[in-house]
């Protein structure tokens, strides 16, 4: 059974870049079965997906995120990341990683972390 | 990008009731429309996938249905545990997309 943890910081100052990391458990993320994404959610808000990855290296952005957002394999570890760059406020949410992306929905889901911009 | 509308977006329902949630989208997305549930604190659970299949361990109260566009999750006798949140999200097209959620509230 497929599971997914995220790690890293928990605050994050204004400019600087928000990292992530999900370890993957259970299975390979290098396998041409699946994709691998974030998902982030605001406070009180709805979910919104930042990006996915595909084991070949192919990478999804989300067009309104995409000039800041960088996601990335470790196959050594059984890990993926994100980098967010030039966080502001708006970016404070709790990121989750997923299994999903292409022509399968997200899931499982990783508990999620919240990140705090804040100086 | 294919956006997806949800309603309503509160729902206030009693245990036993049957709630109906729609969710339709700007454009085709191919029966490729998962239902994920949502509770406090907790990550969203994908519940139904291809428009109408129930994941393993989902209860047979859950049901969905597709006509074009429009999207509908059906709980048939709600119970204490499915008071939650409840997003779809389309899988066809980039952008992957989220409605913006339904909340079940206890009435």
């Known amino acids: 059974q497929v599971q997914l943890r995220e790690s890293g910081p928990g605050l994050v100052k204004p400019s600087e870049t928000l990292s992530l990391t999900c370890t993957v458990s259970?299975?390979?993320?290098?396998?041409?079965?699946?994709?691998w994404g974030w998902i982030r959610q605001p406070p009180g808000k709805g979910l919104e997906w930042v990006a996915s990855?595909?084991?070949?290296?192919?990478?999804y952005y989300n067009p309104s995120l995409k000039s800041r957002v960088t996601i990335s394999l470790d196959t050594s570890k059984n890990q993926f990341s994100l980098k967010l760059a030039s966080v502001t406020a708006a970016d404070t949410a709790v990121y989750f990683c997923?299994?999903?992306?292409?022509?399968?929905?997200?899931?499982?889901w990783g508990q999620g972390t919240l990140v705090t911009v804040s100086s | 990008d294919i956006q997806l509308t949800q309603s309503p977006s509160t729902l206030s329902a009693s245990v036993g009731d049957r709630v109906t949630i729609t969710c339709r989208a700007s454009?085709?997305?191919?029966?490729?429309l998962a239902w994920h549930q949502q509770k406090p604190g907790k990550a969203p659970k994908l519940l139904i996938s291809?428009?109408?299949e129930l994941e393993s361990g989902v209860p047979f109260r859950f049901s969905g249905s597709e006509f074009g566009t429009e999207f509908t999750l059906t709980i048939s006798g709600l119970q204490p545990d499915d008071f939650a949140t409840y997003y779809c999200?389309?899988?066809?097209?980039?952008?992957?997309?989220f409605g913006q959620g339904t909340k079940v509230e206890i009435k």
């Open positions: 999200q389309q899988y066809n097209s980039y952008p992957w997309t």
């Open positions: 990855v595909y084991f070949r290296g192919y990478t």
């Open positions: 291809k428009a109408s």
């Open positions: 454009q085709s997305v191919l029966s490729r």
């Open positions: 259970g299975g390979s993320i290098n396998s041409s079965a699946h994709y």
């Open positions: 997923a299994r999903g992306g292409i022509v399968a929905p997200f899931a499982p």
